[in-house]
């Protein structure tokens, strides 16, 4: 199974809005509504930031969407702000034979 | 308030065994719905999917490393172990225990760095 696919790194000024994909296949994005988002700062646990492609988990900003379109996920974050500096990585069920599959990573850099 | 948190060894040898405690609270592992399962994420790399221990002792793992990988729980004591035999230093990574509600990760535990050298 291979990782889903993701742009290596993106940026944007404060304010602005960014979006990043995350490309699978249709055996795991494309097949099942079960996508997720995490945030990581430098040297921190992942933090579940979108579930369910699109429902948000309490206490995270409405800054954070996420949407899908056949076999890409995309998760947009509106009015940049610094504190938005981190990895992003999107994962997918797969499956119950493998179960997930996790994006290859992002880096988000707040200009 | 749901907790995760890993223990075991911080070095191993080469070709060892790696036996990871995750030791939890806030939750159940016998509600339904529920599981535990294991990332690994090689420094400055991506996480890996490594293996999940469902509320009915339903067990899976990841296909690249299912002969390497066992993992087990004891509900009573709130604990799901992993261990991963053979080790080498592709293994070295930052392994982490997360809890699952329905197919999708919810928490995280704050992650247990294992270098393998000799």
């Known amino acids: 199974q291979s990782a889903l696919t993701q742009p290596a790194s993106l940026s944007g000024s404060p304010g602005q809005s960014i979006t990043i994909s995350c490309t699978g296949t249709s055996s795991d994005v494309g097949n099942y509504n079960l996508v997720s988002w995490y945030q990581q700062h430098p040297g921190k646990a992942p933090k579940l930031i979108i579930y369910d492609v699109n429902e948000r988990p309490s206490g995270v900003s409405n800054r954070f969407s996420g949407s899908k379109s056949g076999n890409t996920a995309s998760l947009t974050i509106s009015g940049l702000l610094a504190e938005d500096e981190a990895d992003y990585y999107c994962c997918s069920y797969a499956g119950s034979g493998l179960v997930d599959v996790f994006g290859t990573g992002t880096k988000v850099t707040v200009l | 308030q749901i907790t995760l948190k890993e223990s075991g060894p911080t070095v191993v040898k080469p070709t060892q065994t790696l036996t990871l405690t995750c030791t939890f609270s806030?939750?159940?592992?016998?509600?339904?719905?529920?599981?535990v399962g294991w990332i690994r994420q090689p420094p400055g790399k991506a996480l890996e999917w490594l293996a999940l221990m469902s509320w009915d002792d339903d067990k899976r793992f990841s296909p690249s490393l299912k002969t390497k990988l066992t993992i087990t729980k004891d509900t009573s004591k709130n604990q799901v172990v992993l261990t991963m035999t053979n080790m080498d230093t592709v293994d070295t990574a930052t392994y982490y225990c997360?809890?699952?509600?329905?197919?999708?990760?919810?928490?995280w535990g704050q992650g247990s760095l294992v270098a393998v050298s000799s």
């Open positions: 806030g939750f159940s592992l016998s509600t339904t719905g529920v599981g």
């Open positions: 997360v809890q699952y509600f329905g197919y999708e990760i919810h928490y």
